[in-house]
Every structure is written in C-alpha cells, then in structure tokens.
C-alpha cells in the first residue's frame, strides 16, 4: 500500500468505506435517491478509523488515536447496544458488577480497548462513592 495522505476522504476517497464494503465514492446523493444507498451505508468501516488513529498518532494525538481506536471496536456493534453502553457508564445509572457485565461483553465481541476504559470507570466509580 501507499504511503497514506490525510485527510483519508480527500486523498484515497476511494479505499475508505463503509462497513458495507461500498467506497465513500458510491455514497452520494444521487445513489441515496436512487435507492442504490442505504443507512447502513453510512456506517464506517472500522479500518478507516483505524487509519485515522494511526494519522493522530503521528499528528502528535494519542488521546485522539485512543477515542478513535476505541470507536473501530465499537463500530461493529449494533448502535443499540453502543447506546446501552454508554448510558450504562453515567454515574450512579450501573452497579459494579453490571459495569463488569458490559465489559465482558465487550472483550468477547472483540473490543479490549473498551472493555478495559469501562473497568476503569468502573473503578473510578467506586472509588469515589459513586456505585456499589
């Protein structure tokens, strides 16, 4: 592969996709009116994400290159378990050991990056009071 250019969508439009497999290039209005484009088609693809952590990384990001390596893992989720997730993390909304729960969940799905910041917060929580 080529040396990567950023941003991704501006100069290799057409090896971003989406988890679909269609290339940002076949994601345009005229296709959505068509019929030929869906919702689905707009989710993105966990390798983009993972191309952009790598350009945070270099850029002088880690935190950045974190969130998005984070977000590759939880990009193949259904978005209502995403949702559950995150509402879950609120302080006081989880006891510990549903927190545990979702971070089992997590790593058997593939994501240990999240699963491991769900065990942080968790310990975080009960640190300071927040859960039981």
Same mark, same amino acid.
């Given at each position: 592969?080529?040396?990567?250019?950023?941003?991704?969508?501006?100069?290799?439009?057409?090896?971003?996709?989406?988890?679909?497999?269609?290339?940002?290039?076949?994601?345009?209005?005229?296709?959505?009116?068509?019929?030929?484009?869906?919702?689905?088609?707009?989710?993105?693809?966990?390798?983009?994400?993972?191309?952009?952590?790598?350009?945070?990384?270099?850029?002088?990001?880690?935190?950045?290159?974190?969130?998005?390596? @984070?977000?590759?893992?939880?990009?193949?989720?259904?978005?209502?378990?995403?949702?559950?997730?995150?509402?879950?993390?609120?302080?006081?909304?989880?006891?510990?050991?549903?927190?545990?729960?979702?971070?089992?969940?997590?790593?058997?799905?593939?994501?240990? @990056?999240?699963?491991?910041?769900?065990?942080?917060?968790?310990?975080?929580?009960?640190?300071?009071?927040?859960?039981?």
């Amino acid at each position: 592969m080529a040396e990567l250019s950023y941003p991704l969508g501006e100069h290799h439009r057409s090896e971003v996709r989406a988890q679909t497999g269609r290339a940002a290039d076949e994601l345009t209005v005229e296709a959505v009116r068509a019929g030929r484009v869906g919702a689905q088609d707009a989710a993105i693809d966990p390798e983009t994400l993972l191309r952009q952590a790598d350009f945070a990384e270099r850029g002088g990001n880690p935190q950045l290159a974190d969130n998005l390596r @984070r977000g590759a893992e939880l990009a193949t989720f259904p978005d209502d378990d995403v949702l559950r997730f995150y509402d879950a993390l609120r302080p006081g909304r989880s006891s510990a050991a549903e927190l545990e729960e979702i971070a089992v969940t997590l790593e058997a799905g593939g994501a240990a @990056r999240c699963a491991a910041l769900v065990r942080e917060a968790r310990a975080h929580y009960l640190r300071r009071g927040l859960i039981s």
